[in-house]
Nanobody, 125 residues
């Protein structure tokens, strides 16, 4: 069982930066690949970024590539999403997710076993 708690969301102006974090419980965090997803009001949940269990592989949605960076610190049981050059269309609730499929990066929600409650990111124009 893995529990995930996101933090770091908030209000930021367009062009600004924000880092959201996801702290995981349990001693096997390094065995899980992690992902970030987001859901904007009235829209479907969408993939943002993913990182393998060891951190050697990452994948990004085209809409955030070059602006966002996912990373993890297995010693701290934490995964991060650094968001730069934020746009109003990045406004959403951001969720982290964990999957026991450790080898690889996963972009579909059904690949993930555990989800956090989310943290709101609002980008003003």
């Amino acid at each position: 069982q893995v529990q995930l708690v996101e933090s770091g969301g908030g209000l930021v102006q367009a062009g600004g930066s924000l880092r959201v974090s996801c702290a995981a419980s349990g001693r096997t965090f390094s065995s899980y690949s992690m992902g970030w997803f987001r859901r904007a009001p009235g829209k479907e949940r969408e993939f943002v970024a993913a990182i393998s269990a060891s951190g050697d592989r990452t994948k990004y949605a085209d809409s955030v590539k070059g602006r966002f960076a996912i990373s993890r610190d297995n010693a701290k049981n934490t995964v991060y999403l650094e968001m730069n050059s934020l746009k109003p269309e990045d406004t959403a609730k951001y969720y982290c997710a964990a999957t026991s499929r450790a080898y690889g990066v996963w972009v579909t929600p059904r690949s993930y076993d555990y989800w956090g409650q989310g943290t709101q990111v609002t980008v003003s124009s």
